[in-house]
C-alpha cells in the first residue's frame, strides 16, 4: 500500500507506525516529497464526492510530480522482464515506480511489500519496515 494513501487516512500522526513517522520526518526536515502521477491518480480515484476531489488535489498540489520519460518507461518493462525471470511478480506501476527512483536517485518510502524483492534486481533504495 502507498505510504501516501496510509498518511492522508490518518487526521494526526500515528507514533507507532515506521511509516507514518518517516513520512513527516522527511516532510519536516525539507527533504522533499515527490509523486509519480499514477500515484496521484490513485489517490484521488477512490474520492466518492467532488469536494473530497478537489481538496486532496489542493492538499497534494504542493507536492512536485516526478518527471517519467521514454527512458524511465523502457527501464521499468526491463527491470519487469529481469524480474519475472527470476520469479519476481508485481505490477507495472511498481516497476515504473521502481525505475523513476532509480533514474532520479531517489529512496522510496514504501509499505509495499513487492518493493522488498524488486530490490535486490536493480539499484532502488527501499525506506521500509
Known amino acids: 500500500m502507498s505510504v501516501w494513501s496510509l498518511v492522508l487516512r490518518r487526521p494526526r500522526v500515528n507514533e507507532d507506525d515506521l511509516h507514518d513517522r518517516a513520512f513527516h520526518w522527511h516532510l519536516e526536515s525539507g527533504d522533499g516529497l515527490f509523486l509519480l502521477g499514477n500515484i496521484l491518480q490513485e489517490l484521488l480515484d477512490g474520492l466518492r464526492s467532488p469536494k473530497q476531489f478537489d481538496r486532496l ?3 497534494l498540489d504542493p507536492y512536485p510530480l516526478l518527471e517519467l520519460n521514454r527512458q524511465t518507461y523502457a527501464a521499468a518493462a526491463r527491470l519487469r522482464s529481469v524480474c519475472r525471470a527470476k520469479g519476481v511478480n508485481a505490477g507495472p506501476i511498481d516497476f515504473l515506480i521502481a ?10 518510502l514504501t509499505a509495499d511489500k ?10 532502488l533504495l527501499v525506506l521500509s519496515d
Open 57 to 59: 488535489l489542493t492538499l
Open 99 to 108: 525505475a523513476a527512483c532509480c533514474e532520479h536517485g531517489f529512496p522510496l
Open 114 to 123: 513487492d518493493f522488498s524483492r524488486i530490490v535486490a534486481h536493480c539499484d
